[in-house]
């Protein structure tokens, strides 16, 4: 195979897509791009960790030990935005939400239409502009500061985004505020620290899966 020919293919293989075409190539690894987010969505990762309890150090409570049970979906999501774009990455996660709004129960608390008023479905729905936020950061340069910068957008999306429509559906719900502050507590709280580590880190290791799948595409 000619090295320069590979390179310059690879090169095009890009968060932006220009040279990408629909194939069967593309349609399995979309495909496999929506089995990542379902195994994401009920993946749990316990975290140990401890923080002070109090103010005074030399109190025997002073450190507390608390567990964090993490879920890999947003993970998941930076990498596939990364690994295929915003055209692609989109389509797969509207398949996603497609699945788990008619056919299977695929989200994290069950499926079906009436999904759209849990709480946490407008992190979900806000997959979809930050899939394309960060294939669009990552589209001209992949370095250190960059793939920090298209984390922390793409964070800011979903967090903000979701907290808005947890917020309407506790109006909706007509819950108290006590019921709200304890949502976004518990989805935009420690959890983001988690989902920029991992992110960061998916968003890299995006790039060699990606020249192991152009090889493997031909």
Known sequence: MNTKRLKEELDAFNAENKKLKITMGTL??????????????????????????????????????????????????????????????????LIYIILGLTIFPIFALGGGLSYIFQYNFGYILAYIPA?????????????YATIAKATILGLLTIHIIGVFYLILMAIIHQDPFTHVVSWIAMQSGTKMIYDFVFG???????????????????
Do not use: E
Request: proline share 6%.
């Open 28 to 93: 399995v690894v979309m495909g496999w791009c929506v089995f990542l987010i379902i195994i994401a969505t009920f993946t749990q990762l316990d975290f140990s960790y401890y923080f002070p309890a109090t103010w005074n150090p030399y109190d025997p409570a002073f450190l507390k030990l608390k567990h964090c049970i993490y879920i890999p979906q947003i993970p998941v999501i930076f990498f596939i935005a990364a690994l295929i774009g915003k055209r692609f990455g989109i389509t797969a996660v």
């Open 200 to 218: 960061y880190l998916a968003i890299l290791l995006s790039k060699p899966v990606k020249q192991v799948l152009w090889l493997s595409m031909g």
């Open 131 to 143: 899939v394309f936020i960060v294939a669009f950061t990552l589209k001209d340069k992949f370095n």
